[in-house]
């Protein structure tokens, strides 16, 4: 671990931002030996209390889609270790993020359950031949921000050596080629004095091009990075209308939207980055989904570094389909009976606003988990250097595609207006999230299905 350290440090030290770097040869071969096939430290930590790399989780003998997951999870009966709270936060605070420590002093009664550290996030064996086959190979654009070429599904770059290489894992991680959400719904607590929350149903689909077996491009059909089709379903203001929209590895994003009162698809030109989604007052800017999507394009990324830290995890409470919304979701935060908490290493990332162009947030910060690329929590700091928002996005094994998934519930607090938001909440809805390997199996995993004309036809009034 001494070379990949020493690399890390001195990049943090020096700031170092570019894009000519690429893994060595020695750094290749360390893949699947000391280093997991994509990255990650095989080794625990010292005491023992972030375990070994296990390799891929597999369920218990009997499951299938549609049954309940916790169920058939090896470590289901586990139980918490200890809690923190506001009486012991300070003991804790070097394993915490700083929007962490704000919520549990600034929320009354919020706690944090911590958990045994399972690392069993792996990926399939057509993915990880791919991020060995290109690791050193892997390009960043001339613009400083764009993946111009890598071989996927991989993980572009293995040992990262600068901010937005690390930011391209996190974009590039493997969720299969496509995730079906059958129903689902995304709450903004109550504003303070208030007890009337916003509640949104909708249904939606995720489709990656790029992950379908084989080798693949970045410049391969037409440069779609993702294709996101979103349909609200409740309340009734908002029913019918629907977005499409077209993510790319080098150019902005194209949003489609359909409007009921009008029967028509019109093109939404400014529908990213800070700019706030439909339906949720102004709660949910259109970047801060996954803790971060869409361009990177308007941040400096670098690598503070790696370090230990408590973040959601094996949050399989949190994609309990029966269970009650309402009891899950509390006035001012997210029940602790529904979160769980394990101590895993992740990459530090900073994104600082890049001069001349705007955005709400002045820095960025983002935790990604060593072993899925996944990001596992963030915070967002604005002009005055105070945190606005932090966030968390849990992790779980998705057995269906051998890998795990950060599509889980995520939940995001900000501090100026008070308020949260859970997004991709299942609880109530009997009905699980799906992802899907092969195109085949869903009509939806196709270019054609993510455009203005395919949604003027499947829309209604």
């Not at 994609?319 to 029940?335: E, G, K, T």
Request: neutral net charge; glycine residues 10%; charged residues 25%.
């Amino acid at each position: 671990m001494k070379k990949l350290t020493t690399i890390i440090t001195a990049l943090a030290i020096c700031g170092w931002t570019g894009s000519s770097w690429s893994a060595s040869p020695q750094d290749v071969e360390r893949l699947g030996k000391d280093l997991t096939p994509v990255g990650a430290e095989r080794a625990g930590n010292k005491d023992g209390s972030i375990p070994a790399w296990e390799g891929v989780d597999k369920p218990l003998a009997g499951w299938s889609y549609g049954k309940q997951r916790s169920e058939f999870w090896k470590y289901k009966a586990e139980k918490t270790l200890f809690t923190i709270d506001a009486g012991n936060v300070d003991k804790h605070a070097d394993k915490l993020t700083p929007g962490q420590i704000q919520l549990i002093k600034q929320k009354k009664g919020y706690t944090m359950p911590v958990y045994p550290s399972h690392r069993s996030c792996g990926y399939p064996d057509f993915v990880t031949d791919n991020t060995r086959s290109g690791a050193g190979k892997s390009k960043i654009g001339s613009d400083g921000w764009s993946l111009e070429d890598a071989t996927l599904p991989g993980v572009p770059f293995p040992v990262p050596a600068s901010g937005i290489e690390a930011v391209w894992n996190f974009l590039m991680r493997y969720n299969g080629i496509g995730t079906d959400f059958p129903e689902g719904r995304t709450v903004v607590s109550p504003a303070p004095g208030s007890d009337k929350r916003i509640q949104v149903g909708w249904t939606q689909a995720f489709y990656f091009p790029w992950a379908a077996r084989g080798a693949h491009k970045p410049k391969d059909g037409n440069s779609l990075q993702a294709g996101v089709y979103y349909g609200y379903v409740e309340p009734a203001a908002l029913a019918g209308q629907a977005i499409v929209q077209r993510y790319y590895f080098g150019k902005d994003n194209e949003s489609f939207y359909y409007f009921t009162g009008q029967r028509r698809v019109r093109r939404l030109p400014s529908y990213a980055y800070d700019a706030p989604l439909i339906g949720f007052e102004n709660q949910y800017p259109v970047d801060m989904s996954a803790i971060f999507s869409g361009n990177p394009d308007r941040f400096n990324w670098r690598i503070v570094g790696k370090k230990e830290l408590y973040v959601p995890y094996n949050n399989f409470a949190l994609r309990n389909f029966n269970a009650d919304i309402n009891s899950a979701l509390m006035p001012d935060f997210v029940s602790p009976d529904v979160r769980r908490y394990e101590l895993h290493r992740v990459w530090h990332i900073e994104g600082t606003l890049k001069d001349g162009v705007r955005h709400a947030a002045a820095r960025k910060t983002l935790y990604l988990d060593e072993d899925s690329w996944i990001a596992v929590a963030g915070d967002d700091i604005d002009a005055q250097g105070k945190i606005w928002k932090t966030k968390e996005n849990g992790v779980l094994p998705s057995w269906e595609i051998g890998a795990c998934t950060g599509f889980v519930q995520q939940n995001f607090y900000d501090f100026n207006s008070g308020r949260y938001v859970a997004d991709m909440v299942v609880f109530g809805t009997g009905k699980d999230i799906r992802s899907i390997d092969n195109a085949a199996s869903d009509a939806r995993m196709k270019d054609s299905y993510y455009t203005a004309e395919s949604l003027r036809t499947t829309s209604e009034r």
